[in-house]
């Protein structure tokens, strides 16, 4: 009988069953083994996401990746004690969920009410926000997940940040180093939280330094349960501007793949479409994107859907969100440094600001001009004479002089950063980063942008977290 392909494909209809497929599936290598993803939890598969990033990765920052089409975003990392103790609430203005804690310290308590530890939307955000624990204990880890674990959509522990502030307490990158320590995290993880809130547990870790080491590690986190693994292509003494290698790339997302566990990619991917190709090429089944989102949220839209976005455009959508959700003015003013270019004129001009009615004025964004003094009344960033944001007026002086002197140490806080950035004599990435989470936990806005700045100014500046 001669050889009929349609006969063929006929036959081996014929004889498959419901039961023999996913067996044959497999054999064929048509399908892969899948950890099962928990009904409330998310596939990180064929995804291109908005990487963790202390500052960088507040509310309106996320927001701004998800207009401009980013899968899901991960929050800044959040150490556990900074979580622990916070009360949850539903801001009824804007509508966010907030966990806020009062300052413990007198002074902080007459200026402040409180401090919001971590914000999300609950609408925006739905089904594609990843929380990011950095922690070195299990108990801790499960503590502080357990307060958030119903308004996200997984849980991610930090274990790549190479900073002192981070690795002499145990977290971050330190944790490569006592894998026992984390494949205890992950397991109280997946056991109290996976089942109690039906969603996945993640990690995201560096390279080590040999393939063979990081293949041991990978195959024992791998093991623990977890839904995803990111894997930051540095090792942890590289820094930010190094190239990312991929030489390990490969091997990793094929462990991944044996366990049934979604690999994310991460390191200089420059853009949807960059992140797309990397996955086809290395095999991966997702791409994380930091620094680049970081410039412009516009990177996660394909460039058959219009590409990247104008810098003023991206501003103009960062401002209205951070304006939304009643985003801390000092973060709103470093985003900026980060997003405008340093060559444009307006650039110099965002420095002095004390309020978003400035902002908005310097950015010419006229139509934000109501929306801004709204906000300013609010956050009580208006002057004494009633006009926000002038440059000559005296700021209110409801918090005393203290208040002011922050204020103040404010514009020194992003000017410093920025000015090592350029001269690139520091750790770019660190000098972007959060104050240790000593001085983070119970410290409110100008409190703790003074402590940034304070720290800056001292040779413990270099301690400020890089993951
Ligand atoms: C400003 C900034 C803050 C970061 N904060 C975190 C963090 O909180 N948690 C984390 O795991 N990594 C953090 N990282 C590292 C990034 O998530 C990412 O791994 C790294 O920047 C490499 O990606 P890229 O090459 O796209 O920048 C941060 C990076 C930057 C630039």
Redesign the pocket.
């Known amino acids: 009988m001669p050889f009929s392909p349609s006969r063929l494909v006929r036959t081996i209809m014929t004889s498959v069953t419901q039961e023999t497929a996913p067996a044959l599936a497999a054999a064929a290598g048509l399908t892969q083994k899948r950890v099962p993803i928990p009904s409330r939890g998310v596939d990180y598969r064929g995804k291109i996401v908005l ?7 507040e509310l309106p920052s996320r927001l701004l990746a998800l207009h401009y089409g980013a899968d899901l975003v ?5 150490v556990d004690r900074a979580m622990i103790g916070t009360t949850r609430r539903i801001n009824s203005r804007t509508g966010c969920v907030e966990w806020t804690r009062v300052p413990t310290n007198n002074v902080k308590k007459e200026m402040f009410d409180e401090s919001v530890i971590y914000r999300v939307d609950p609408v925006r955000e739905a089904g594609r926000h990843i929380f ?1 624990i ?1 922690t070195s204990d299990p108990t801790r880890a499960v503590e502080c997940a357990k307060l958030v674990a119903a308004d996200v959509s997984g849980i ?1 522990v ?4 190479p900073k002192p502030f981070s690795t002499h307490a145990g977290m ?1 990158a330190a944790l490569l180093r006592t894998p026992d320590k984390l494949v205890s995290i992950l397991e109280a993880l997946v056991a109290e939280i996976k089942p109690a809130f039906d969603i996945g547990i993640s990690v ?1 870790i ?1 390279l080590l330094e040999t393939p063979a080491e990081t293949e041991t590690l990978v195959r024992r986190l791998c093991a623990t349960g977890i839904t995803g693994l ?1 894997i ?3 090792t942890t003494p590289m820094r ?1 501007r190094e190239r ?1 290698i991929r030489g390990q790339l490969r091997m990793v997302a094929g462990i991944c793949h044996d366990y049934g566990v979604a690999c994310v990619m ?5 853009g949807r479409d960059h992140g797309l190709e990397l996955m086809a090429e290395y095999g991966t089944d997702g791409a ?7 410039k412009n949220g516009s990177c996660f839209r394909a460039k058959a859907d219009g590409g990247l976005a104008t810098w003023e455009e991206a501003v103009a959508k960062y401002m209205r969100f951070a304006m939304e959700v009643e985003n801390k003015f000092h973060n709103t003013k470093f985003m900026l440094t ?1 997003m405008v270019p340093g060559k444009s004129p307006k650039y110099k001009e965002l420095t002095p600001c004390k309020s978003y009615g400035k902002l908005v004025e310097v950015l010419g964004l006229t139509e934000l001009e109501e929306m801004a003094r709204k906000t300013d009344e609010l956050m009580k960033l208006v002057t004494v004479e009633g006009s926000s944001g002038n440059d000559k007026s005296k700021v209110a002086e409801t918090a005393g002089d203290e208040k002011k002197k922050n204020k103040n140490n404010l514009t020194n806080d992003v000017q410093q950063e920025n000015l090592k950035r350029k001269r690139g004599d520091g750790d ?2 660190a000098e ?3 104050p240790p989470p000593s001085t983070r936990i119970n410290v409110s806005e100008a409190v703790e942008a003074a402590a940034v700045e304070q720290q800056s100014s001292q040779p413990v500046a270099a301690a400020v ?3």
């Open positions: 990487a963790p990033m202390v500052r960088s990765g991960w929050g800044p990392e959040t990011q950095g991610d930090n274990a790549g940040c971050g995201k560096r990111t930051h292509c540095r930010p990312a991460n390191g200089d991917v420059e994380m994107i930091a620094t680049c989102a970081e980060q770019e990435e972007k980063q959060q977290a890089a993951s």
